[in-house]
């Protein structure tokens, strides 16, 4: 097995102030290694975002210890983590987060010019990202334009748009329908199995099941439970994706 692009040792992590102080992670680990897609299951209340953030250098935990392609977290202040998660991860967000006045080359093109990318190079690599997620046809598009789908495809375009080692996606099925569901969990499999990428799936939807490779089980901020799957998942019948 390839060393992990994504590792949590132990992770503490406190929430909340004085009497409402809760203990939301209690010990975890896990590992995320390229080319797997992985599932992190589990009930409302079990930690589930909160260990996501803490993986994608959001949060810090208060005892345990993160390491980021081989990067430690550990005493790294805010303006460090920013440029960690900016060079090596990924979001992919349940409501989208795109922002609603841009085209959807240009919610895309942003995330690379803020990491320093040159404008016209950043608008090259947009458009074949978005190529890759099948958006070729609407990269003038504002989010109002486009379906639920096809706003979560702009969102994929833009956290793999940077290379970004691992892709980190909280709940990205929720707010679809079964079709959209499927295409978008398929995109998502695609990422990883052929550019080798680690992605990491919150989500409480069953239909997401057959696309893992591994399932992580989560309750009462403890890992419980560790399933293999499959070791390949059903894609969408398009051209493998290549890297942007």
Do not use: W
Request: charged fraction near 20%; charge should be neutral.
């Amino acid at each position: 097995m390839s060393d992990p692009i994504v590792e949590a040792m132990n992770v503490v992590k406190l929430l909340g102030e004085g009497a409402r102080k809760v203990q939301a992670l209690k010990g975890v680990s896990l590992k995320l290694t390229g080319g797997e897609m992985v599932l992190l299951m589990g009930p409302s209340g079990s930690g589930k975002t909160t260990l996501l953030s803490v993986l994608g250098c959001i949060l810090s935990p208060n005892e345990g210890s993160v390491r980021i392609c081989g990067h430690s977290t550990l005493g790294l202040r805010a303006e460090a983590l920013a440029k960690l998660r900016l060079a090596h991860i990924g979001f992919v967000f349940q409501t989208y987060h795109l922002f609603p006045t841009l085209t959807a080359i240009d919610n895309v093109r942003l995330a690379l010019e803020v990491g320093g990318e040159r404008p016209h190079r950043a608008v090259a690599k947009a458009k074949d990202a978005l190529a890759l997620v099948g958006l070729a046809h609407k990269i003038k598009a504002v989010p109002l334009e486009l379906s639920s789908g096809e706003q979560q495809r702009v969102a994929i375009a833009r956290a793999m748009v940077g290379n970004a080692a691992a892709i980190l996606a909280d709940e990205p099925t929720a707010a679809l329908d079964n079709e959209n569901g499927h295409s978008i969990m398929s995109l998502l499999a695609e990422v990883a199995k052929a550019q080798g990428r680690g992605v990491l799936v919150v989500t409480h939807d069953g239909r997401t099941l057959p696309f893992a490779n591994r399932v992580v089980r989560i309750d009462d901020g403890r890992i419980v439970g560790e399933e293999q799957c499959i070791d390949s998942v059903p894609t969408e019948e398009t051209k493998p994706l290549q890297g942007p």
